[in-house]
Protein backbone atom coordinates (compact mmCIF):
# COMPACT_ATOMS: atom_id res chain seq x y z
CA UNK A 1 0.00 0.00 0.00
CA UNK A 2 1.63 2.87 -1.50
CA UNK A 3 1.43 6.72 0.68
CA UNK A 4 -1.01 9.17 0.76
CA UNK A 5 0.74 12.22 -1.45
CA UNK A 6 -0.36 15.82 -1.11
CA UNK A 7 0.40 18.42 -3.14
CA UNK A 8 3.54 20.49 -1.78
CA UNK A 9 3.32 24.53 -0.85
CA UNK A 10 4.80 26.86 -3.45
CA UNK A 11 4.92 30.84 -3.44
CA UNK A 12 2.45 31.25 -6.33
CA UNK A 13 0.28 29.12 -3.59
CA UNK A 14 0.30 31.20 -0.81
CA UNK A 15 0.29 34.24 -2.80
CA UNK A 16 -3.29 33.32 -3.03
CA UNK A 17 -3.09 33.05 1.19
CA UNK A 18 -1.89 36.17 1.58
CA UNK A 19 -4.64 37.89 -1.05
CA UNK A 20 -7.28 36.48 0.63
CA UNK A 21 -6.04 38.00 3.81
CA UNK A 22 -5.91 41.42 2.44
CA UNK A 23 -2.15 41.52 1.51
CA UNK A 24 -0.71 41.64 -1.71
CA UNK A 25 2.49 40.62 -3.85
CA UNK A 26 5.86 43.40 -4.43
CA UNK A 27 6.61 43.15 -7.85
CA UNK A 28 9.76 45.53 -7.34
CA UNK A 29 13.44 44.20 -7.38
CA UNK A 30 15.10 43.11 -4.34
CA UNK A 31 11.87 43.92 -2.33
CA UNK A 32 10.17 41.94 0.71
CA UNK A 33 7.56 39.49 -0.88
CA UNK A 34 4.19 41.43 0.26
CA UNK A 35 2.59 44.57 1.21
CA UNK A 36 0.24 44.75 3.63
CA UNK A 37 -1.38 47.56 4.99
CA UNK A 38 0.77 48.99 8.17
CA UNK A 39 3.46 46.07 7.18
CA UNK A 40 5.76 44.32 4.55
CA UNK A 41 6.42 40.69 4.78
CA UNK A 42 8.81 38.70 3.51
CA UNK A 43 8.10 34.87 2.81
CA UNK A 44 10.71 32.10 3.74
CA UNK A 45 9.92 28.22 2.76
CA UNK A 46 12.51 25.81 4.50
CA UNK A 47 12.12 22.63 1.97
CA UNK A 48 15.41 21.71 2.80
CA UNK A 49 15.72 18.41 5.19
CA UNK A 50 18.35 19.19 7.62
CA UNK A 51 19.30 16.02 8.60
CA UNK A 52 20.55 15.30 5.01
CA UNK A 53 23.80 17.23 5.81
CA UNK A 54 26.69 14.75 6.37
CA UNK A 55 28.27 17.84 9.23
CA UNK A 56 24.79 17.89 10.94
CA UNK A 57 24.93 14.11 10.90
CA UNK A 58 28.58 13.99 12.67
CA UNK A 59 27.65 16.28 15.13
CA UNK A 60 23.84 15.06 16.08
CA UNK A 61 25.44 11.56 16.69
CA UNK A 62 27.94 12.90 19.39
CA UNK A 63 25.05 14.70 21.17
CA UNK A 64 22.62 11.73 21.38
CA UNK A 65 25.47 8.76 21.53
CA UNK A 66 27.04 10.22 24.88
CA UNK A 67 23.22 9.07 25.93
CA UNK A 68 22.89 6.03 24.67
CA UNK A 69 26.12 4.45 25.16
CA UNK A 70 27.21 0.04 23.78
CA UNK A 71 23.93 0.50 21.28
CA UNK A 72 24.23 -0.35 17.69
CA UNK A 73 21.15 1.92 16.95
CA UNK A 74 20.54 5.66 18.63
CA UNK A 75 17.29 7.31 18.94
CA UNK A 76 17.38 10.57 17.17
CA UNK A 77 14.51 12.67 19.89
CA UNK A 78 14.71 15.75 21.73
CA UNK A 79 12.77 14.47 24.41
CA UNK A 80 15.64 12.75 25.52
CA UNK A 81 17.44 16.06 26.59
CA UNK A 82 17.92 18.70 29.53
CA UNK A 83 17.84 21.45 29.37
CA UNK A 84 21.97 22.10 28.07
CA UNK A 85 21.49 19.39 25.95
CA UNK A 86 18.25 20.80 23.97
CA UNK A 87 19.93 24.41 23.56
CA UNK A 88 22.70 22.73 21.71
CA UNK A 89 20.19 19.93 19.55
CA UNK A 90 18.43 23.56 18.27
CA UNK A 91 21.64 25.19 17.38
CA UNK A 92 22.60 21.83 15.58
CA UNK A 93 19.60 21.74 13.35
CA UNK A 94 18.75 25.56 13.17
CA UNK A 95 21.27 25.65 10.41
CA UNK A 96 18.76 25.93 7.08
CA UNK A 97 16.74 28.43 9.02
CA UNK A 98 19.19 30.38 9.80
CA UNK A 99 20.64 31.50 6.76
CA UNK A 100 16.62 32.29 5.75
CA UNK A 101 16.38 34.33 8.39
CA UNK A 102 19.40 36.39 7.78
CA UNK A 103 18.48 36.80 3.99
CA UNK A 104 14.75 37.87 5.29
CA UNK A 105 16.12 40.96 7.15
CA UNK A 106 18.23 41.98 4.84
CA UNK A 107 15.16 42.37 2.33
CA UNK A 108 12.81 44.02 4.92
CA UNK A 109 15.10 46.05 5.93
CA UNK A 110 15.42 47.43 1.92
CA UNK A 111 11.97 47.57 1.75
CA UNK A 112 10.93 48.89 5.00
CA UNK A 113 12.98 51.78 4.50
CA UNK A 114 10.86 53.07 0.82
CA UNK A 115 8.00 54.11 3.33
CA UNK A 116 7.18 56.56 6.07
CA UNK A 117 5.87 56.03 8.63
CA UNK A 118 8.01 52.75 9.08
CA UNK A 119 5.90 49.60 8.55
CA UNK A 120 5.99 46.50 11.03
CA UNK A 121 8.55 43.74 9.47
CA UNK A 122 7.15 40.70 9.17
CA UNK A 123 8.96 37.29 8.49
CA UNK A 124 6.62 34.28 7.60
CA UNK A 125 9.00 30.18 8.30
CA UNK A 126 7.25 28.00 6.58
CA UNK A 127 8.01 24.31 7.17
CA UNK A 128 7.66 22.81 3.95
CA UNK A 129 10.25 19.87 4.22
CA UNK A 130 12.35 19.59 7.53
CA UNK A 131 10.36 17.02 8.92
CA UNK A 132 12.98 16.26 11.43
CA UNK A 133 11.45 19.11 13.22
CA UNK A 134 8.27 18.94 14.82
CA UNK A 135 5.87 22.26 15.06
CA UNK A 136 6.98 23.15 18.60
CA UNK A 137 10.90 22.63 18.01
CA UNK A 138 10.65 24.37 14.35
CA UNK A 139 8.36 27.39 16.33
CA UNK A 140 11.65 27.41 18.96
CA UNK A 141 14.51 27.14 16.81
CA UNK A 142 12.68 30.50 14.36
CA UNK A 143 12.47 32.47 17.15
CA UNK A 144 15.91 31.94 18.22
CA UNK A 145 17.21 32.65 14.87
CA UNK A 146 15.44 35.42 14.79
CA UNK A 147 16.35 36.95 18.40
CA UNK A 148 20.10 35.73 17.50
CA UNK A 149 20.57 36.60 13.64
CA UNK A 150 18.05 39.87 12.62
CA UNK A 151 17.66 42.98 13.92
CA UNK A 152 14.56 45.57 13.89
CA UNK A 153 12.03 42.50 12.53
CA UNK A 154 9.03 43.38 14.54
CA UNK A 155 6.94 39.61 14.30
CA UNK A 156 8.06 36.15 13.09
CA UNK A 157 5.03 34.01 11.52
CA UNK A 158 5.98 30.76 11.74
CA UNK A 159 4.33 27.25 10.67
CA UNK A 160 4.14 24.62 8.13
CA UNK A 161 2.69 21.35 6.60
CA UNK A 162 3.21 18.19 8.66
CA UNK A 163 1.67 15.09 7.33
CA UNK A 164 1.34 11.78 8.68
CA UNK A 165 -0.20 8.87 7.75
CA UNK A 166 -1.00 4.93 8.21
CA UNK A 167 -1.14 4.26 4.87
CA UNK A 168 -5.02 4.43 5.29
CA UNK A 169 -5.41 7.16 8.11
CA UNK A 170 -4.01 10.32 7.65
CA UNK A 171 -3.47 13.14 10.11
CA UNK A 172 -2.01 17.40 8.64
CA UNK A 173 -1.18 19.54 11.13
CA UNK A 174 -0.87 23.05 9.59
CA UNK A 175 -0.47 25.78 12.18
CA UNK A 176 0.78 29.31 11.93
CA UNK A 177 1.58 31.58 13.91
CA UNK A 178 2.17 34.75 14.93
CA UNK A 179 5.10 35.32 17.66
CA UNK A 180 5.70 39.53 18.52
CA UNK A 181 9.55 40.26 18.84
CA UNK A 182 8.37 43.96 19.49
CA UNK A 183 5.89 43.69 21.33
CA UNK A 184 5.12 47.78 20.79
CA UNK A 185 3.86 46.44 17.16
CA UNK A 186 0.55 45.00 15.85
CA UNK A 187 -0.92 42.56 13.51
CA UNK A 188 -4.59 43.50 13.19
CA UNK A 189 -4.42 41.18 9.99
CA UNK A 190 -2.88 38.10 11.55
CA UNK A 191 -6.03 36.42 12.25
CA UNK A 192 -7.84 36.75 8.36
CA UNK A 193 -3.77 35.47 7.33
CA UNK A 194 -4.15 32.22 9.61
CA UNK A 195 -7.83 31.97 8.34
CA UNK A 196 -6.62 32.10 4.54
CA UNK A 197 -4.15 29.48 5.37
CA UNK A 198 -6.31 27.10 7.35
CA UNK A 199 -8.89 27.51 4.00
CA UNK A 200 -6.24 27.15 1.73
CA UNK A 201 -4.43 23.89 3.62
CA UNK A 202 -8.81 22.26 4.05
CA UNK A 203 -8.81 22.51 0.61
CA UNK A 204 -5.27 20.48 -0.80
CA UNK A 205 -5.92 18.26 1.74
CA UNK A 206 -9.83 17.33 -0.29
CA UNK A 207 -7.54 17.56 -3.64
CA UNK A 208 -5.35 15.27 -2.42
CA UNK A 209 -8.04 12.29 -1.30
CA UNK A 210 -9.77 13.17 -4.57
CA UNK A 211 -6.80 12.96 -7.37
CA UNK A 212 -3.09 11.69 -6.16
CA UNK A 213 -0.73 14.51 -6.91
CA UNK A 214 2.36 13.88 -9.30
CA UNK A 215 5.45 12.88 -7.30
CA UNK A 216 7.29 16.07 -8.61
CA UNK A 217 4.93 18.17 -7.09
CA UNK A 218 3.50 16.19 -3.61
CA UNK A 219 5.10 15.92 -0.57
CA UNK A 220 6.02 12.76 1.41
CA UNK A 221 4.44 12.04 4.75
CA UNK A 222 6.40 12.46 7.83
CA UNK A 223 8.17 9.43 8.59
CA UNK A 224 11.31 8.08 10.34
CA UNK A 225 14.12 9.83 9.07
CA UNK A 226 17.99 7.11 9.51
CA UNK A 227 21.68 8.01 8.75
CA UNK A 228 24.66 6.35 9.38
CA UNK A 229 27.80 7.18 11.10
CA UNK A 230 30.77 5.23 12.23
CA UNK A 231 28.92 2.24 12.03
CA UNK A 232 26.15 3.30 14.10
CA UNK A 233 22.39 3.90 12.90
CA UNK A 234 20.46 6.98 13.95
CA UNK A 235 16.69 7.31 13.78
CA UNK A 236 14.63 10.21 14.30
CA UNK A 237 11.27 8.42 14.53
CA UNK A 238 8.09 9.95 13.00
CA UNK A 239 5.53 10.69 15.92
CA UNK A 240 2.92 8.00 16.40
CA UNK A 241 -0.44 8.12 14.71
CA UNK A 242 -3.69 7.56 17.24
CA UNK A 243 -5.45 4.24 17.25
CA UNK A 244 -7.19 3.27 13.83
CA UNK A 245 -10.29 1.49 13.17
CA UNK A 246 -8.65 -0.13 9.74
CA UNK A 247 -5.69 -1.91 11.19
CA UNK A 248 -7.19 -4.64 13.60
CA UNK A 249 -4.40 -4.22 16.17
CA UNK A 250 -5.06 -0.66 16.38
CA UNK A 251 -1.96 0.04 14.50
CA UNK A 252 -1.08 -1.00 10.90
CA UNK A 253 2.00 -3.20 10.60
CA UNK A 254 5.16 -2.05 11.03
CA UNK A 255 7.73 -1.95 7.84
CA UNK A 256 10.88 -4.65 8.30
CA UNK A 257 13.53 -2.96 5.68
CA UNK A 258 16.16 -5.88 7.22
CA UNK A 259 15.93 -8.06 3.88
CA UNK A 260 15.27 -10.89 5.96
CA UNK A 261 12.17 -13.04 5.43
CA UNK A 262 13.23 -15.62 7.72
CA UNK A 263 15.11 -16.30 10.34
CA UNK A 264 18.98 -16.80 9.85
CA UNK A 265 20.35 -20.06 11.23
CA UNK A 266 20.20 -19.76 15.34
CA UNK A 267 22.25 -22.84 16.28
CA UNK A 268 25.41 -25.01 15.59
CA UNK A 269 24.40 -28.18 16.89
CA UNK A 270 26.45 -31.13 18.08
CA UNK A 271 25.19 -34.63 19.60
CA UNK A 272 26.36 -34.48 23.18
CA UNK A 273 26.51 -38.04 24.50
CA UNK A 274 26.86 -39.70 27.96
CA UNK A 275 29.69 -42.15 28.77
CA UNK A 276 26.92 -44.98 27.96
CA UNK A 277 25.97 -43.45 24.89
CA UNK A 278 29.61 -42.73 23.78
CA UNK A 279 31.07 -46.22 24.10
CA UNK A 280 28.21 -47.55 21.96
CA UNK A 281 29.00 -45.70 19.48
CA UNK A 282 32.11 -45.74 19.50
CA UNK A 283 32.00 -49.70 18.77
CA UNK A 284 30.54 -48.56 15.43
CA UNK A 285 32.23 -45.44 14.56
CA UNK A 286 35.58 -46.48 15.60
CA UNK A 287 38.56 -44.67 16.95
CA UNK A 288 39.28 -42.42 13.93
CA UNK A 289 36.60 -40.59 14.38
CA UNK A 290 35.53 -37.84 15.69
CA UNK A 291 34.45 -39.88 18.79
CA UNK A 292 38.40 -39.68 19.92
CA UNK A 293 40.12 -42.48 21.75
CA UNK A 294 38.34 -41.50 25.19
CA UNK A 295 35.49 -40.26 26.55
CA UNK A 296 37.64 -37.79 28.50
CA UNK A 297 39.13 -36.75 25.12
CA UNK A 298 36.10 -36.90 23.85
CA UNK A 299 34.31 -34.09 26.37
CA UNK A 300 38.13 -32.25 25.75
CA UNK A 301 36.54 -32.50 21.67
CA UNK A 302 33.45 -31.12 22.48
CA UNK A 303 34.46 -28.46 25.03
CA UNK A 304 36.54 -27.04 22.32
CA UNK A 305 34.25 -27.17 19.13
CA UNK A 306 32.11 -25.02 21.58
CA UNK A 307 35.29 -22.72 22.37
CA UNK A 308 35.88 -22.26 17.94
CA UNK A 309 32.22 -22.42 16.88
CA UNK A 310 30.04 -20.43 19.32
CA UNK A 311 28.42 -16.91 18.49
CA UNK A 312 26.04 -14.56 20.15
CA UNK A 313 23.82 -15.17 17.25
CA UNK A 314 24.44 -18.65 16.39
CA UNK A 315 24.98 -20.28 19.65
CA UNK A 316 26.66 -24.05 20.12
CA UNK A 317 24.11 -26.09 21.42
CA UNK A 318 24.82 -29.35 22.80
CA UNK A 319 21.79 -31.81 21.79
CA UNK A 320 21.66 -34.97 24.29
CA UNK A 321 21.78 -38.32 21.44
CA UNK A 322 20.82 -41.69 22.68
CA UNK A 323 22.21 -44.35 20.57
CA UNK A 324 18.79 -46.92 20.84
CA UNK A 325 16.42 -43.68 19.96
CA UNK A 326 19.05 -42.94 16.91
CA UNK A 327 19.04 -46.40 16.21
CA UNK A 328 15.29 -46.37 15.55
CA UNK A 329 15.50 -42.74 13.37
CA UNK A 330 18.05 -43.91 11.28
CA UNK A 331 17.82 -46.23 7.86
CA UNK A 332 21.28 -47.08 7.79
CA UNK A 333 22.95 -50.13 9.33
CA UNK A 334 24.97 -49.92 11.97
CA UNK A 335 27.99 -50.65 10.09
CA UNK A 336 27.73 -47.56 8.00
CA UNK A 337 26.90 -45.36 10.49
CA UNK A 338 29.25 -42.11 10.22
CA UNK A 339 29.60 -39.16 12.76
CA UNK A 340 28.02 -37.27 10.55
CA UNK A 341 24.88 -39.15 10.78
CA UNK A 342 25.07 -38.34 14.47
CA UNK A 343 24.99 -34.76 13.64
CA UNK A 344 22.10 -34.75 11.52
CA UNK A 345 19.87 -36.58 13.96
CA UNK A 346 20.76 -33.81 16.68
CA UNK A 347 19.76 -31.60 14.15
CA UNK A 348 16.81 -33.23 13.94
CA UNK A 349 15.94 -33.23 17.71
CA UNK A 350 17.09 -29.38 18.34
CA UNK A 351 14.63 -28.42 15.09
CA UNK A 352 11.58 -30.55 17.31
CA UNK A 353 12.72 -28.98 20.48
CA UNK A 354 13.06 -25.49 18.94
CA UNK A 355 9.29 -25.90 17.54
CA UNK A 356 8.17 -26.85 21.09
CA UNK A 357 9.57 -24.21 22.59
CA UNK A 358 8.15 -21.44 20.31
CA UNK A 359 4.84 -22.74 20.13
CA UNK A 360 4.80 -22.24 24.10
CA UNK A 361 6.11 -18.66 23.32
CA UNK A 362 4.13 -15.88 25.98
CA UNK A 363 4.13 -12.64 26.40
CA UNK A 364 5.01 -11.68 29.57
CA UNK A 365 2.36 -9.42 31.09
CA UNK A 366 0.13 -12.57 30.25
CA UNK A 367 1.65 -14.73 32.59
CA UNK A 368 -1.05 -16.04 34.99
CA UNK A 369 1.98 -18.02 37.19
CA UNK A 370 5.42 -17.53 38.44
CA UNK A 371 7.59 -19.54 36.22
CA UNK A 372 11.18 -21.46 37.99
CA UNK A 373 13.02 -20.34 35.20
CA UNK A 374 12.94 -19.29 31.75
CA UNK A 375 14.14 -17.09 28.29
CA UNK A 376 13.15 -13.39 28.72
CA UNK A 377 13.32 -11.98 25.01
CA UNK A 378 12.96 -8.08 25.15
CA UNK A 379 12.42 -6.40 21.41
CA UNK A 380 12.96 -2.16 22.05
CA UNK A 381 10.61 -0.87 19.21
CA UNK A 382 11.89 2.15 17.58
CA UNK A 383 9.89 3.97 15.06
CA UNK A 384 8.10 2.27 12.21
CA UNK A 385 10.69 -0.31 10.78
CA UNK A 386 11.18 -3.21 12.61
CA UNK A 387 15.09 -3.44 10.71
CA UNK A 388 16.12 -1.20 13.41
CA UNK A 389 14.58 -2.81 16.50
CA UNK A 390 16.99 -4.15 19.61
CA UNK A 391 16.55 -7.56 21.34
CA UNK A 392 17.77 -8.51 24.31
CA UNK A 393 18.07 -12.33 25.59
CA UNK A 394 17.96 -13.12 29.15
CA UNK A 395 18.21 -16.37 31.56
CA UNK A 396 15.72 -16.08 34.17
CA UNK A 397 16.00 -18.50 37.53
CA UNK A 398 12.79 -16.99 39.72
CA UNK A 399 14.10 -19.64 42.37
CA UNK A 400 17.25 -18.53 42.79
CA UNK A 401 16.54 -15.02 41.66
CA UNK A 402 19.24 -14.71 38.87
CA UNK A 403 18.99 -12.72 35.68
CA UNK A 404 21.78 -13.46 33.25
CA UNK A 405 22.59 -11.52 30.19
CA UNK A 406 22.84 -13.12 26.72
CA UNK A 407 22.87 -10.78 24.47
CA UNK A 408 21.97 -7.24 24.75
CA UNK A 409 21.01 -4.54 22.22
CA UNK A 410 21.66 -6.57 19.68
CA UNK A 411 19.84 -5.24 16.13
CA UNK A 412 17.54 -8.09 15.75
CA UNK A 413 13.58 -7.60 15.27
CA UNK A 414 10.69 -9.53 17.05
CA UNK A 415 10.35 -12.92 14.89
CA UNK A 416 14.05 -13.37 15.05
CA UNK A 417 14.52 -12.52 18.47
CA UNK A 418 11.82 -15.46 19.08
CA UNK A 419 13.85 -18.10 17.12
CA UNK A 420 17.07 -16.91 18.71
CA UNK A 421 15.64 -17.17 22.48
CA UNK A 422 14.25 -20.19 21.71
CA UNK A 423 17.53 -21.75 20.42
CA UNK A 424 19.16 -20.44 23.25
CA UNK A 425 16.17 -22.23 25.52
CA UNK A 426 17.00 -25.31 23.89
CA UNK A 427 20.80 -25.12 24.56
CA UNK A 428 19.85 -24.30 28.54
CA UNK A 429 16.92 -27.29 28.65
CA UNK A 430 14.79 -24.20 29.85
CA UNK A 431 10.48 -25.31 28.64
CA UNK A 432 9.57 -21.39 28.12
CA UNK A 433 10.44 -18.23 26.43
CA UNK A 434 8.34 -14.76 27.46
CA UNK A 435 8.69 -11.58 25.48
CA UNK A 436 7.83 -7.99 26.26
CA UNK A 437 7.75 -5.58 23.24
CA UNK A 438 8.47 -1.98 24.84
CA UNK A 439 8.51 1.13 22.37
CA UNK A 440 11.41 3.66 22.70
CA UNK A 441 11.48 5.52 24.61
CA UNK A 442 9.72 3.60 27.51
CA UNK A 443 6.32 5.42 28.18
Given at each position: ?E???????????????V????????????????????????????????????????????????????????????????????????????????????????????T???????????????????????????R?V??????????????????????????????????????????LR????????????????Q??????????????????????????????????????????????????????????????????????????????????????????????????????????????????????????E??????????????????????????L???????????????????????????????????????????????????????????????????????????????????????????
Amino acid sequence: MEHLRIKKVSESEFDRVVRNAGGARLTTEGSADYLFPNAVVELKLVMEEGLGKQTRQVKLASLFRELQPKRPVVVVDPELLDETELRAYHSIVSGPIKSHVRKAAKQLKVTGDRYEPTPVRVIIILNIGYTALMPDDFRTVCVKCVQNNATKVDWLICGGVYFYTDKFDTCVIAPLEGVPIDGLRSLPWLEKLQKAWAEFVQEAITDALKVQAQVSESAMPVVDLTFDVEGIRYVKPTPKMPPSNFWPSGTRPRDNSSGINQSPPVARTFPSLSERNWNCFRKHLGFHSHLQSSYWEWLNFQAEEERKLSQKLRPFVPVDVDYDEFGRWTSKPSRDWLFSDLSRFATHLFELRIREVLGRLKDKKDLAIVLPEYIELVVTEIGQDQANDLASIYYVSEMSGRKVCVIENERIFYEYGATLAASYAVKRKVDMVVYSKVPFPRT
